[in-house]
């Protein structure tokens, strides 16, 4: 059984910082715990804008915290999200996140991500493994 607390990770490698600084996430869960998934709490900051693509992954998000504007790349079609509200990027849709609060949420990615992970130029979250 593991338990751990989100202050157990504040400043220590599970707490990452986006080098475009938009975003902050906890990881939780990581592929080292070998669960099959991973579990993070990010919180993306207000009047930012986030374009991502997991083209890798397969991601969850529940909003806890905070209000934002979800956008299809693909399709141009919009969503707003607000608490109690989760999306799930099944067919790794190209997406563009706008909070207009800051905006609390929690992601579950398939496959686990190892906690190294940033956006590349593309809003790619590239595919590393423990071993590599």
Do not use: Q
């Not at 990770?9 to 906890?26: F, L, M, P, Q």
């Not at 890798?56 to 509200?85: K, S």
Request: glycine residues 8%.
């Amino acid at each position: 059984m593991l338990v751990r607390s989100l202050k157990d990770i504040e400043n220590t490698d599970r707490h990452v910082r986006s080098a475009s600084g938009t975003w902050e996430s906890k990881r939780l869960v990581l592929a080292r715990e070998k669960a099959g998934f991973s579990l993070h709490e990010t919180v993306l900051y207000a009047g930012t804008a986030t374009s991502m693509w997991y083209a890798n992954h397969i991601e969850a998000v529940l909003c806890v915290e905070g209000e934002a504007e979800l956008t299809d790349d693909e399709t141009g079609e919009t969503h707003w999200i607000t608490p109690g509200t989760m999306y799930l990027l099944d067919g790794h849709e190209r997406h563009t996140l706008r909070p207009r609060t800051d905006f609390r949420c929690v992601c579950v990615f398939n496959p686990p991500v190892t906690g190294r992970e940033d956006h590349d130029e593309n809003g790619v979250y590239p595919l590393i493994t423990e071993e590599g």
